[in-house]
């Protein structure tokens, strides 16, 4: 007959094989990044400790508009772009919105919960995450250095092939109402 066994649930006999676990980096980086069809516009690191305030977004944004005028000169000429940005206090706060409205900035505005409809939601940042997923970094500008040459090594033509994507997003976003469209 078998013999009998008994385990002790509490501690057990033989010590279980060691997983890996992957730590956290210490080490954060906060992009921001403006972009449209042709590549990136502008791009910038928040200093280390900066808190992301509405006086903090004004200033990034006095920069962008000047990123704008010699990237892209026609559509600084015509005031033909257009800021996407989600709905953050800070971006909807009355000293960045007055400082839009100031400089004729037109701008499309995020609906809450969708960042199926932001293109850096759905393009750029998991672009920079499968590149950068898994890799340990040293220090600050290693982090910087590489998402910038991730940054510049996307094509134009995969930037202009996104914002088409992004149209076909808000218009299904559009045929169904404002209501979450799973599938895009």
């Not at 992957?22 to 042709?38: A, G, H, N, P, Y």
């Amino acid at each position: 007959m078998g013999r009998t066994v008994a385990f002790d649930c509490f501690r057990p006999t033989s010590s279980r094989p060691k997983k890996g676990r992957q730590v956290r980096s210490k080490t954060k980086v906060m992009l921001m990044e403006f972009f449209d069809s042709e590549g990136i516009v502008h791009r910038e690191y928040a200093p280390d400790g900066q808190t992301i305030n509405k006086e903090f977004c004004a200033e990034v944004l006095r920069r962008l508009r000047e990123s704008v005028r010699p990237k892209r000169p026609e559509k600084w000429r015509d005031g033909d772009w257009i800021l996407h940005h989600d709905s953050a206090p800070a971006h909807t706060s009355r000293l960045v919105q007055q400082f839009l409205a100031k400089h004729g900035t037109a701008q499309l505005q995020q609906p809450p919960d969708s960042p199926d409809l932001a293109p850096s939601d759905f393009f750029l940042f998991p672009r920079l995450k499968i590149v950068l997923k898994g890799h340990r970094f040293e220090a600050t500008e290693d982090i910087k250095r590489n998402s910038t040459k991730t940054l510049l090594d996307i094509l134009k033509e995969e930037f202009a092939k996104c914002f088409q994507q992004w149209q076909k997003r808000w218009a299904k976003f559009v045929a169904a109402e404002g209501n979450y469209v799973e599938d895009n």
